[in-house]
Every structure is written in structure tokens, then in C-alpha cells.
């Protein structure tokens, strides 16, 4: 782009930079030199509507783009915070807004794009029709720019019959060399198909397209492929089994987030096939479709991109009636991923891993080490998870060492982790009942500590649950309760522990 033809990316930095320093206060008695206020923040409708008048005349449109660009800018706000336009004013603005195509200038072009898409449906169906033929010019210039949203805007703007018209044009964009008009197209498809019943029946003849452009070498559009294909097939249970099959077998999709789609797609199926009757026991020794569909997924463990692979982890544990033996390299997968440098992944695995330990605590345990030493992680979520995962993976015979190590911990922490940890304590004991005295013990303690009133009610609630369900705990838990609510700060607690011991205390 030359320097004159519109905004680089040095030009966007140092007005950027112009327009933070001069709406930057120095004012030292109020707020000192770090306060800053809105440009937009005394727009008048009347003002700017006045100030849109500059869109009629052509000179001004030439010489001043800029200029042309804050108006519309100011416009969206206006509608954005609710300042909304008539009838009359939305279409007289409008109109003014298709002048603006005779500017070559890039910025304001995708000022005006915006623009149309954001009040096409507040302006009269018939004046919005009148722009569909400069989109279209644009849809088929040399501009990559240009093309890929001039796609996007008449995706909003056209019905079924005018789809029709331009269909020719979204089938050649739909392959185009450029991912950018490409991938344009594609989520353009994907918005049409989910307008309405006659737009779907166009998009479904793209169908051949679509799968072409699976096979792009761009990353992005093989993503916007798969989505697409996704829409049309989801309720062919058949094709989409067929989709699955060959993407899984070809191995043609290298976007790790297309890959990441067919996953999860392959993990849908081999849910329903287990839902619909097809499927029972083992998936290595199930239907043609559960034994490919369950490699596919082990076969991902190995892909190189991180996504991938714990994506694949995520979807087999989550299969429905797997068996211990075809869930342990998901798990195993999961465990190099609780020692990752990157907090994200760590969270991912350690809350996967805490979902597997509900149905299998005993293929979870192997992990209990790694699991020890995200007690101390900076991170308070991957903590929390990885106290309440050891609590339910942890023996009767750890069940000391564990509470120890979580005391330190309690203290450190907000009240919405530790009523997470108050819960699997209870169910820790209700899985040991004959450690219900330490356990309880423990709870007890922190009653006495600081703490908000959902924590304590966690407490209490968990403490009272017990007595019902591990009636050895009674006593103890009586003399726990009447312990606190002699210097309890909150009333509704007090009252709920003095309508239980009027219950059980002549018992």
C-alpha cells in the first residue's frame, strides 16, 4: 500500500499515541496525569448527525477520509450506547453512507462496511437492497481486502432470492487462492445456513466447495471448512460418521484447530453410537465405526500440537462406559501435562483429571505424586483441584498427610476455593467413615477461623449432612457445633445449629 492510500501500521501506532496524549489530563488536583476520558463521551445526536452531511459532498469524501471515518465511528457509538436513529435519520444517513464507496481509501472502506452491518436491520429492507450492487462490485475486485468483506457484510444483508443471484460468486470465493477471502466466505456460509430454512438449502449445494477447500494450505480456511461441513451434515448421522472416517484416514488436515473439530465431532458420534443402543462395552471391540473412531482418537495422544492431543485426552475420558484399559493413555497423557510450564495447560489437565477421579479414582491415583506438587502452584484454581482430586483419589492411610498439607493451604485462599474443598472433605468421609473423627475434627476447626458466611455455611451444612448419613459422627459433631455458636458472628447460623440440637439433643 502506499504511503497516500490509506493508514500503515506506523501511521495507526503514532495516531493512536496523538489521540492518548492530547485527551491526556495534567489536572494534579483531582486525578493526576494517569486520568484519561472518552472522546466520545459528550456526543450530541443532533451534532453528529449534522457532521454525517460531509458524506454528501464528493470534495470532502476525496480530500478528507479521516474525517469521514471519525463520523462513522461516532455514529456507532451513538447506536451502541443506545442514542438510536429514526426511521427517517437512519436512512438518510445511510444513503449518505453508500457515497462513501467512490473513496479508494482502505480505513474508511471498512469503516463503511461496518457500518452497514451494524444498521442494516434497523434501515427499510428496500434501501438496503441498493448497496447490494456495490458490495457485489466489490465481492469481484482485485482488492483481497475489499473482497473478503464485502462477503461478510451481504451475508447480514441478503434474503434467499437475492442468495441466489450471487451465488455464483460465494462458490468462487469459497476456493479462492487468498485464505483471508476464503475463510470469508466460509464463516459467511456457515451465518447463512442458520438464517433460515431456504438460505440452508442454497448453502447445502456448496457442499463440494467446501470440501475442496479442506484441503487449502491455509490453517485457518481448513477450520472454517470443517465447521461448515459440520452444519450441513450434523443431522445425517451417516455422512457424518463417512466425514469422520476419511478426514481421520486421509490425515489431509494440517490446522491443529480443524483437527481439534473432527475430535470432537468423532467423540459425538462414538457418544451417540453408546446412547443409541449400537455400542456397549468395549470400543476396540465394538462396531466398525467405535473401533476406527476410538484409534482416531488414540492415534491424536501423538499429534505434535499440543491442542490436538489434549483434546483427544478430553474426548476419550469423557466417552461414555469406557473401559480402564482404553482410558490409561488419555491418562497418562493428562499426567506429562500436570508438569507443563504453561499454567493453561496445567489447568486443563488437572481438570480433566479431576472429572476422570469421580468415576475412576484408582486409574487417577498413579498420578497422585504429580498431583502433590500442584499443591504449592502459584495458580489458586490449579491448587484447589489439585486438593480436591487427591481427596478422592487419596487412601485411608494418606488421609492424615493430606489434611496437614491442606491447612497450610486453607489460609491462603478465597472463600469460593475453600467451600470446593469443604465438599470433597465430606465426601472424603463418607468414603472412610471410620476417619469421621479426624475429618470432622478438621472441618470443625476452621469454624473457629476467619472466614465469610458462605465458607461457614459450607461447614456447618457439610458437618450437619454427616450426622445424618455417618450417625457415629452425632456426638462429636454436636459438641463441634456448640462450640462455635457460642462465638459465632452470624445469626442464621446461630439459629439453624439451635434448631438442630432442640431436635437431637433430648435424643
Known sequence: MAEGDGLTMNNLLSEVQGALDKFKLEDEGTGGPGDYYSPYANLEKAAVLQEARCFHDPTAVRESPRKCCTVIAQLLHLTNTGQYMNSA????????????????????????YLFIKEVAETCNPDDVI??????????????????A??????????????????????????????????????????????????????VKRWISETTEATSSPNEMVQFHAMQLLYQIKKHDRLGM??????????????????????????????????????????????????????????????????MVVY?????????????????????????????????AVRFAAIKTVSQVAVNHPRMVSKCNEDLEALIADANRSI????????LKTGSENSVDRLLKQISVFLS????????????SIQRLCLTYPAKHRVL????????????????????????????????????????????????????????????????????
Not at 471 to 490: N, R
Open 89 to 112: 435519520e437512519a436512512t438518510e444517513v445511510f444513503f449518505g453512507v453508500t457515497k462513501l464507496f467512490m473513496s479508494d481509501d482502505a480505513s474508511l472502506r471498512r469503516m463503511v
Open 241 to 306: 460418521q463417512k466425514l469422520v472416517t476419511q478426514f481421520s484416514q486421509r490425515n489431509t488436515l494440517r490446522s491443529p484447530l480443524a483437527l481439534v473439530l473432527l475430535v470432537r465431532y468423532t467423540a459425538k458420534l462414538l457418544t451417540d453410537e453408546v446412547a443409541e443402543g449400537r455400542q456397549s462395552g468395549s470400543f476396540q471391540n465394538g462396531t466398525n465405526f467405535s473401533r476406527a473412531g476410538y484409534a482416531f482418537l488414540e492415534a491424536s495422544l501423538r499429534h505434535k500440537s499440543e
Open 149 to 202: 468483506n464485502a462477503l461478510r457484510v451481504l451475508a447480514r444483508i441478503v434474503d434467499a432470492a437475492m442468495l441466489g443471484a450471487i451465488e455464483r460468486y460465494v462458490k468462487q470465493a469459497l476456493v479462492d487462492s487468498s485464505g483471508q477471502v476464503s475463510s470469508a466466505a466460509l464463516v459467511s456460509a456457515t451465518h447463512l445456513f442458520e438464517r433460515n430454512e431456504e438460505s440452508a438449502a442454497i
Open 130 to 147: 441498493i448497496v447490494t450492487s456495490s458490495l457485489t462490485k466489490d465481492m469481484t475486485c482485485d482488492v483481497d481486502l475489499y473482497r
Open 412 to 423: 491462603e485462599i478465597p472463600d469460593e476455593y475453600k467451600v470446593t474443598i469443604v465438599k
Open 440 to 507: 470432622v475434627g478438621f472441618l470443625s476447626n476452621f469454624l473457629r477461623e476467619e472466614g465469610g458466611f458462605d465458607f461457614k455455611r459450607s461447614i456447618v451444612n457439610s458437618i450437619v449432612s454427616l450426622m445424618k448419613q455417618v450417625p457415629e459422627t452425632t456426638e462429636g459433631s454436636l459438641l463441634h457445633l456448640c462450640e462455635f455458636i457460642e462465638d459465632c458472628e452470624f445469626t442464621m447460623l446461630s439459629t439453624q445449629i439451635l434448631h438442630l440440637l432442640g431436635e437431637l439433643g433430648p435424643s
Open 383 to 390: 491448587a484447589t483441584l489439585a486438593i480436591t482430586t487427591l
Open 311 to 343: 483434546e483427544a485426552a478430553k474426548s476419550i475420558c469423557s466417552l461414555p462406559g469406557i473401559e480402564p484399559q482404553e482410558l490409561s493413555p488419555a491418562v497418562n497423557v493428562l499426567q506429562i501435562f500436570l508438569s507443563s510450564p504453561k499454567p
